[in-house]
């Protein structure tokens, strides 16, 4: 499955939307999803992790910025 990954850049960041970037990783569940991100250091605040159903996933391939990190 594809989550969607809602961070701040900065780890001690307040949370601001306008500032909110995000990324896409493929995974079995969400804890999976913070153990990946956590072996391989990044230095982030998470706001949220979102599951992707289909047609979510169908839309957001449609969007340039879409690409699935490799964790």
Partial sequence: MIYKVLYQELPDEIPVRERTKSLYVEADSVKE???KLGRQ???????????????????EKQAEHFTVENV
Avoid: M
């Fill in 33 to 35: 999803v913070r153990q």
């Fill in 41 to 59: 250091n990044y230095k982030i605040n998470i706001e949220f992790i979102q599951p992707l159903d289909t047609a979510h996933l169908d839309y």
